[in-house]
């Protein structure tokens, strides 16, 4: 479904991306996990067009995204992205802020938005709060309407960058489930997380990056248990991912 192939990019003297390739099944949920600053997010970006690339490729269903003739917008309608800050409309409500993409995007009738809507909303364990704004909400549950409002687009992909790193720890949990129950209906997912016992569980393979190289890809037991980079282990150790609690999750 997406297909990276040698891709550098470069802001001033930084090497945000230095010759990654990385490919992603339909159906697959793959993780990034990687120092802070280590290109990461940049590659995410790049995957749906925010950030463009001096080198290489990126496929997403066989179209080249940075290609001269690419429709760029139909391709973000395909993918949805999830940020650690939600960005809600804050003068919507919680149902509108689902309905605006599918209504003005989509050009869905506003009865069929709304039916969609309460759906995701149910899906996310949110439908007592479709009538209230944001702001009455707490992050996690801000973040569960921005994954519901991404959804709504019905993407073929779901691009997470760090979407638990800004919520207060009682409410990452809910949020991470949120994200297994859609990894475990089969969704295409690429996580850029710090959540270790997220990225073990759910991961079908976690791609490791250092310095903007991806140094390892394999599935959750090679990276935790075996890693073969030396840079993998020293990352994982540092983190103490053993010793971030199972509980919340
Ligand atoms: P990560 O998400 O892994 O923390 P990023 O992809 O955000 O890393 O950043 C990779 C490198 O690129 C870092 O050195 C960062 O400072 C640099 N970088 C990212 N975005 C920009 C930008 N817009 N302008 C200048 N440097 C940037
Ligand atoms: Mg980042």
Redesign the pocket.
């Known amino acids: 479904m997406v297909e990276i192939t040698e891709v550098s990019k470069r802001?001033?003297a930084?090497k945000?991306l230095d010759g990654v390739s990385l490919t992603v099944n339909r159906g697959e949920v793959v993780c990034l996990i990687?120092p802070?600053?280590?290109?990461?997010?940049?590659l995410l970006r790049s995957i749906n067009g925010l950030e463009p690339i001096d080198k290489g490729t990126i496929k997403f269903e066989g179209i080249d995204v940075h290609g001269r003739g690419t429709d760029i917008r139909k391709i973000r309608q395909r993918m949805g992205m999830v940020f650690q800050s939600f960005e809600l409309f804050p003068h919507m409500t919680v149902r509108a802020n689902v309905m605006v993409g599918p209504e003005k995007v989509l050009r869905l009738p506003v009865a069929e938005a709304k039916v969609r809507a309460d759906l995701l909303l149910a899906k996310v364990g949110l439908s007592d709060k479709a009538d209230v704004h944001p702001a009455k909400l707490s992050g996690g549950q801000q973040q569960r309407v921005a994954i519901a409002r991404a959804l709504a687009m019905q993407p073929a992909v779901m691009l997470f960058d760090e979407p638990t790193s800004a919520l207060d720890p009682e409410t990452i949990g809910e949020v991470l489930n949120v994200m297994k129950r859609l990894a475990d209906e089969g969704m295409t997912m690429v996580v850029?997380t710090h959540e270790m016992s997220f990225a073990r569980r759910v991961a079908d393979r976690i791609a490791v990056?250092d310095r903007?190289r991806i140094i390892e890809v394999g599935p959750p037991a090679q990276i935790f248990d075996h890693p073969t980079v030396q840079r993998t282990q020293e990352f994982l150790s540092h983190l103490g991912w053993d010793a971030i609690s199972n509980a919340q999750f």
């Not at 802070?36 to 940049?42: D, M």
């Open positions: 802001f001033a930084v945000a990687g802070s600053g280590s290109g990461k997010s940049t850029v990056f903007g």
